[in-house]
C-alpha cells in the first residue's frame, strides 16, 4: 500500500512545464561561451562526469526521458532503489543506443535493505531490474537503518518508523565485499553528517568516493565541502536546483522556506549573471556547482530543459563566482529527519525548522 502510495504521490508532485523562458540576449554584451563536457576523477581513479541526469519521479516517462537524454549527450544517470524506475531506467539506456560501457550509473541502496545480509541480494534485485552487469557507483542512501524487510517504509500501528537493528557502518563493510565481484565500480554514500563520514573513515578501511548531497546555491555547505574534498570525496549535488523540485512543497514534511523562497528562476542575481553568457538561471545555478569542482544531476522529463541543462557546463569568471557565493541562505529543503526518527545533517547547515510529517 505505501509503495502505491509512494508512486502516486510522486508521479503527482511533477508536471511538466509549458512555459519556456527565453534566453537571455541582448544584443552585443553577450559573451559566446564554450559548452564542455568535463569530467573528474573519484579516489577508485574512475571518471565521473559532471553532468548527470535525475531519475526521482515521474515513473512512466522515465524511460524515454532516460533514452533522449543519453541520445542528447548525458553520459550520468542517477537512480535509486525506492525512486521504483530501475527497470525504466534499464529499459532507457538500452533504447538510446549508447554503449552501456560509455554510461556512468549509480543507483543507491533503500533504508529496508541494509542489514549487512540484505546487501548483496538488493544488490543484484537492482542489476536485475537496470539489466546490466554492474553499476559505476553504488550509494547508501541514508544513514538510517529501517527494519527489515519489504516494506520500504516500515511503520508501527502508531505510523512511526521502525528502526533497524544494525548500523550504518555494517551496511558499509557489507557493500565494500561486493567491489571484488566487479559488480561495483565504486562505493558513495548520501545524506551523511561529516561525523557519520568521519566514523565510516575512523572504522573501515574504505573512504567513499562519492557523497551525495543537497547543494545549490541557497544551501552552499562551503565548509563541509572542504573538508569533503581534503578527503578525496567527491561531491555530487542533488537537487542542484534548490527548491525547483514541486516535491518539497507538496511532502508531509516540506519546511515553511520551501513555500517562501522564490524559485532559482526568479532570482534577480543569476538573471543578471545570465545575461552576461546568454545562459539562464537554471545554467548558471548548474555551471557554478560545476566550477566549483562537483557534479550535479538536474531532473528533467522536458526536452527543452533537457537541452538547456545539458549546455550548462561551461566556464563562469571568478567574480561571478563571488557572486553566487551571496545567494547561500542554509536552506535546506530535504530534510525528513523527524519522519525517520533520525537527526539527519546533525552537524551540518541548515537544519532549523524540520516538520514532523510523512514522507510517504
Ligand atoms: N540522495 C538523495 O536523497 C536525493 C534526494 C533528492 C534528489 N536526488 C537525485 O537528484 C535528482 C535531482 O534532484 P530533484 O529532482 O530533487 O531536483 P532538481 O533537479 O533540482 O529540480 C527538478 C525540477 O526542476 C525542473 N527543471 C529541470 N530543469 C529545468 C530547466 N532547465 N528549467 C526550468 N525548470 C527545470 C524540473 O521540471 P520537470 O519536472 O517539469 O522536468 C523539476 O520540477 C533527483 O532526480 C534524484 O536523482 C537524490
Redesign the pocket.
Known amino acids: 500500500m505505501l509503495r502505491g502510495a509512494f508512486r502516486r504521490a510522486t508521479t503527482a508532485a ?4 509549458t512555459f519556456r ?1 527565453s534566453l537571455p540576449s541582448s544584443s552585443t554584451n553577450v559573451r559566446t561561451v564554450a559548452t564542455r563536457a568535463t569530467q573528474f576523477t573519484l579516489n577508485t581513479g574512475a571518471k565521473i562526469p559532471a553532468l ?7 515513473a512512466d516517462a522515465q524511460e524515454d526521458a532516460v533514452s533522449r537524454c543519453l541520445q542528447a549527450g548525458f553520459r550520468m544517470i ?3 532503489q525506492v ?1 521504483h524506475v530501475e527497470e525504466a531506467v534499464g529499459r532507457g539506456i538500452h533504447k538510446s543506443g549508447v554503449p552501456r560501457e560509455d554510461v556512468f550509473l549509480a543507483t ?1 541502496l533503500w533504508c529496508n535493505k541494509f542489514h549487512p545480509d540484505d546487501v548483496a541480494a538488493s544488490l543484484e534485485d537492482s542489476l536485475k531490474a537496470l539489466d546490466t552487469p554492474y553499476v559505476d557507483l553504488l ?1 547508501m ?2 544513514p538510517v537503518v529501517f527494519q527489515r524487510g519489504d516494506e520500504p517504509f516500515p511503520r508501527d500501528a502508531n505510523g512511526r518508523m521502525i528502526l533497524g537493528k544494525t548500523t550504518f557502518v555494517d551496511t558499509w563493510r557489507a557493500m565494500s565485499s561486493l567491489v571484488k565481484s566487479g559488480k561495483v565500480k565504486a562505493l558513495g554514500v ?2 551523511f553528517s561529516q561525523g557519520e563520514i568521519q566514523t565510516l573513515i575512523d572504522k573501515t578501511d574504505v573512504v567513499p568516493a562519492v557523497h ?3 547543494v ?1 546555491p541557497y544551501l552552499q555547505q562551503r565548509d563541509f565541502n572542504k573538508w569533503l574534498r581534503g578527503h578525496g570525496i567527491h561531491v555530487v ?6 527548491n ?5 512543497r507538496k511532502t508531509g514534511w516540506s519546511k515553511d522556506i520551501a513555500h517562501t523562497t522564490p524559485p532559482i ?1 526568479e532570482s534577480e542575481l543569476l538573471l543578471e549573471i545570465g545575461k552576461k553568457y546568454g545562459k ?1 538561471p ?2 548558471i545555478a548548474l555551471a557554478w556547482g560545476i566550477n566549483n569542482g562537483r557534479s550535479v ?6 526536452d ?3 537541452e ?2 545539458l549546455a ?1 557546463d561551461f566556464e563562469l569568471d571568478a567574480e561571478d563566482m563571488d557572486r553566487i557565493a551571496t545567494m547561500d541562505q542554509r536552506l535546506r529543503f ?1 530534510d525528513p529527519s523527524a519522519d525517520y526518527e533520525y537527526r539527519l545533517y546533525s552537524d551540518l547547515e541548515g537544519i532549523e525548522g524540520t516538520k514532523d510529517g510523512k514522507t510517504h
Do not use: C
Request: zero cysteines.
Open positions: 511533477t508536471r511538466p512545464s523562458p548527470g541526469f535525475g531519475t526521482f519521479q515521474d542517477d537512480t535509486a525512486y543507491k550509494l542512501h541514508y548520501s545524506n551525495q548531497m543537497e545549490h549535488q542533488f537537487s542542484p536546483l534548490g525547483m523540485n514541486p516535491f518539497y528562476t539562464t537554471v545554467q544531476i538536474p531532473k528533467s522529463v522536458v527543452w530543459q533537457i538547456q541543462n550548462a530535504n
